[in-house]
């Protein structure tokens, strides 16, 4: 059974730093794209990043470049999404994704994904 299981999800001040972890389970994701979503009370879900299947490229919505970094431990069959300077408009809950093809680049279009976590909840205080 194939399992993405998103952790490191909380409460944090305005300003603070949280490193969400993806691990996968079932299978390996060593050669697929990963992406990270998440989705506020109320609103669609919005794609925040996304990383290559060999981790030679990442890309990030405009709202958090320079802030978020996600990163992958293939070894680990592990993708991360260090989040610094959060704002209160980051909270939601964050949901990792792997890409439905391998050997995939970037994919901002949630449709191109076909593995889902149930996601983890980001909470950023003022």
């Known amino acids: 059974q194939v399992q993405l299981v998103e952790s490191g999800g909380g409460l944090v001040q305005a300003g603070g730093s949280l490193r969400l972890s993806c691990a996968a389970s079932?299978?390996?994701?060593?050669?697929?794209?990963m992406g990270w979503f998440r989705q506020a009370p109320g609103k669609e879900r919005e794609f925040v990043g996304s990383i290559s299947w060999n981790g030679d490229y990442t890309d990030y919505t405009d709202s958090v470049k320079g802030r978020f970094t996600i990163a992958r431990d293939s070894a680990k069959n592990t993708v991360y999404l260090q989040m610094n300077s959060l704002k209160p408009e980051d909270t939601a809950v964050y949901s990792c994704?792997?890409?439905?093809?391998?050997?995939?680049?970037?994919?901002?279009?949630?449709?191109?994904?076909?593995?889902w976590g149930q996601g983890t909840q980001v909470t950023v205080s003022t």
């Open positions: 079932g299978r390996t994701f060593s050669n697929y794209a």
């Open positions: 994704a792997a890409s439905r093809s391998p050997m995939s680049r970037l994919i901002r279009d949630p449709r191109g994904y076909g593995y």
